[in-house]
C-alpha cells in the first residue's frame, strides 16, 4: 500500500488549505482502507493526531486542537481522502502525514497505523 498526500503549501494566518490523500498498490489502482487518518508534526515536537474516518465516512474522530477548524471526509467513488483546514494558525505548521489501516478500534495512535505517506509541509504565516 503507498500513501500520497497532496495539498499543502503557505497560506496566511485565517485562511483554509485542503489536504487530499490516495492510497494504490502495486498495480496502481486507488482504493480506501477501514481506517484512514492525518498526523502531522511540528519541529521538535511529537507526531499528533489530527483526525481519522472509520469505513468511508461511518464515523469521525479529532483532536483537541483542530476540533471545530478541521473536518475530514472520504470521496468513497475516487478513493480520496480530504482534510479541509480552515481557520488556520502559526500553531498548525507542521507536516502533515496521511496513514491508513484495518478496522482499528482506537484511532489516535500514530503507532497502530500500518501504512503511512510521507508527508505534505503546511506552513502558515502569521
Known amino acids: 500500500v503507498q500513501l500520497q498526500a497532496f495539498g499543502g503549501g503557505l497560506v496566511q494566518a485565517g485562511g483554509s488549505l485542503r489536504l487530499s490523500c490516495v492510497a494504490s498498490?502495486?498495480?496502481?489502482?486507488?482504493?480506501?482502507?477501514?481506517?484512514m487518518g492525518w498526523f502531522r508534526q511540528a519541529p521538535g515536537k511529537e507526531r499528533e493526531f489530527v483526525a481519522a474516518?472509520?469505513?468511508?465516512?461511518?464515523?469521525?474522530e479529532y483532536g483537541d486542537s483542530v476540533k471545530g477548524r478541521f473536518t475530514i471526509s472520504s470521496d468513497n467513488a475516487k478513493n480520496i481522502l480530504y482534510l479541509q483546514m480552515d481557520s488556520l494558525s502559526s500553531e498548525d505548521t507542521a507536516i502533515y502525514y496521511c496513514?491508513?489501516?484495518?478496522?482499528?478500534?482506537?484511532?489516535?495512535?500514530?503507532?497502530?497505523?500500518?501504512?503511512w505517506g510521507p508527508g505534505t509541509q503546511v506552513t502558515v504565516s502569521s
Open positions: 474516518i472509520r469505513w468511508g465516512g461511518r464515523s469521525t
Open positions: 496513514a491508513a489501516d484495518g478496522g482499528l478500534r482506537a484511532v489516535k495512535r500514530a503507532d497502530d497505523y500500518s501504512y
Open positions: 498498490g502495486s498495480s496502481g489502482r486507488t482504493f480506501s482502507l477501514p481506517t
